[in-house]
């Protein structure tokens, strides 16, 4: 969920297409090249259309999105369930929502595969916005590759900022 970790998985990728196939290794370059300028031209993108969030803090319903959050400055102020597959208990819920009216947060994100009753009952609690996103592309509409899928969780925030449809 990091650019430059995506980066870099391209640059290691073509490295090992190139030992594996070394005649093509010109063509593994520069399509390796492209992608990366692709990849840079969203992260600014990303960096300039999520600044009015840039020093705050959100909610996640599961860790999903702590390196996309970090990459652009935005807090990880709480997760709703942090141990896969256990459901969080009362006392937990009540630490994040006080946490979220404490501070303000008024989003929280969540991913598809994780079911809705929990991150609704704490929006309805707090006034926040539950916002759908993924880390996996291809689990939303329009996320059939990675730069579609960060463009994609990108609008899907955007619009609970009210900020949404933004022209490419």
Same mark, same amino acid.
């Given at each position: 969920m990091d650019i430059e970790n995506a980066r870099r998985m391209v640059i290691a990728i073509a490295e @090992?297409?190139?030992?594996?196939?070394?005649?093509?290794?010109?063509?593994? #370059? #520069?399509?390796?090249?492209?992608?990366? $300028?692709?990849?840079? /031209?969203?992260? $600014?993108?990303? #960096?300039?259309?999520?600044?009015?969030?840039? @020093?705050?803090? +959100? /909610?996640? *319903? +599961?860790? *999903? &999105?702590?390196? &996309?959050? $970090? #990459?652009?400055?935005?807090?990880?102020?709480?997760?709703?369930?942090? +141990?896969? @597959?256990?459901?969080?208990? @009362?006392?937990?819920?009540?630490? /994040?929502?006080?946490?979220?009216?404490?501070r303000g947060i008024r989003i929280i994100l969540t991913v598809p595969q994780f079911p809705p009753r929990i991150p609704n009952l704490v929006a309805e609690e707090t006034g926040a916005v539950v916002v759908v996103a993924t880390q996996l592309p291809g689990s939303l509409p329009g996320t059939d590759t990675y730069i579609e899928m960060l463009r994609e969780d990108v609008r899907r925030i955007l619009n609970a900022l009210g900020k949404g449809d933004q022209p490419e």
């Open positions: @090992g297409m190139i030992r594996a196939d070394p005649s093509h290794a010109d063509d593994y #370059r #520069r399509n390796a090249d492209l992608y990366i $300028k692709q990849l840079l /031209v969203l992260d $600014k993108k990303i #960096r300039n259309d999520l600044s009015p969030l840039t @020093g705050q803090a +959100v /909610v996640t *319903a +599961v860790p *999903a &999105f702590t390196y &996309f959050l $970090k #990459r652009y400055g935005i807090e990880e102020a709480a997760t709703i369930i942090s +141990v896969p @597959g256990k459901e969080a208990s @009362g006392r937990h819920l009540r630490s /994040v929502i006080t946490l979220m009216r404490k």
